[in-house]
């Protein structure tokens, strides 16, 4: 099955500098990847989220790469600010909008410090 | 849009005991949902996925005679953690698709905190 590795586990940060949040994958037949921001005792919500026919997505100040060939893809959230403390979980699909369920990446627990 | 609420949002019980979760989808049809379980500073991992007017399809290693589900509607999916012990204490999330419209993400509800004393 699909297996994806999320680095690095904690990110701590400047508020105002950006932060790139990295994960890859292992199932080449993967054609869909989400973002969600986690808070405390809340579920996710999902923040962007790439097919694989595209190389990039921005949103904003959040924005995701894709890398299909090398398996993977990124996270980059610039100028940051205390709100956006939180887990962040990458995700992958072989289906559009995880039809098939969703394989989550371990987290990151990103810290804006003021 | 696309509001998926869990109720209970946290629940204390007794070892032995069934707990029953429920997950809807408020503002949408969801055919599927899914279930996850997460436990502390730990990803999310699926449980099974609750498809509507049939049988649920469990990931390897649940047991689905332990965790039972029903999705007896479009709007409405329920976890039931039977004969509860202190090692199913977990946070318990659901997720669910529009089935109207096309490419949707899931959406998850916010959770529920079940701890088995």
């Known amino acids: 099955g699909e297996n994806v590795e999320q680095h690095p586990s904690t990110l701590s940060v400047q508020e105002g500098d950006s932060a790139v949040i990295k994960c890859t994958y292992s199932d080449s037949a993967s054609n869909y990847f989400p973002w969600y921001k986690q808070e405390l005792g809340k579920g996710p919500q999902l923040i962007i989220d790439i097919r694989s026919n595209v190389g990039e997505k921005k949103d904003q100040r959040i924005a995701v790469t894709l890398n299909k060939t090398a398996k993977h893809f990124s996270l980059h959230i610039t100028e940051t600010q205390p709100e956006d403390s939180a887990v962040y979980f990458c995700?992958?699909?072989?289906?559009?909008?995880?039809?098939?369920?969703?394989?989550f990446g371990k987290g990151t627990h990103l810290i804006i410090q003021p | 849009g696309a509001v998926v609420s869990q109720h209970p949002s946290w629940v204390i019980c007794k070892s032995g005991t069934s707990v029953k979760i429920e997950c809807r989808s408020l503002?949408?049809?969801?055919?599927?949902m899914f279930w996850y379980r997460q436990f502390p500073k730990q990803s999310l991992m699926l449980m099974a996925t609750?498809?509507?007017?049939?049988?649920?399809?469990?990931e390897q290693g649940v047991e689905k005679d332990k965790f039972l589900i029903n999705h007896a509607s479009l709007t409405l999916s329920t976890l039931t953690v039977t004969s509860a012990h202190p090692e199913d204490s977990s946070f318990y999330i659901c997720?669910?698709?529009?089935?109207?419209?096309?490419?949707?993400?899931?959406?998850f509800g916010d959770g529920t905190r079940l701890s088995i004393l």
């Open positions: 997720s669910a698709r529009d089935r109207q419209v096309g490419n949707q993400p899931q959406h």
């Open positions: 609750s498809n509507e007017g049939s049988k649920a399809t469990y």
């Open positions: 503002d949408f049809q969801a055919t599927t």
């Open positions: 995700a992958a699909s072989i289906v559009w909008g995880g039809a098939d369920g969703l394989t």
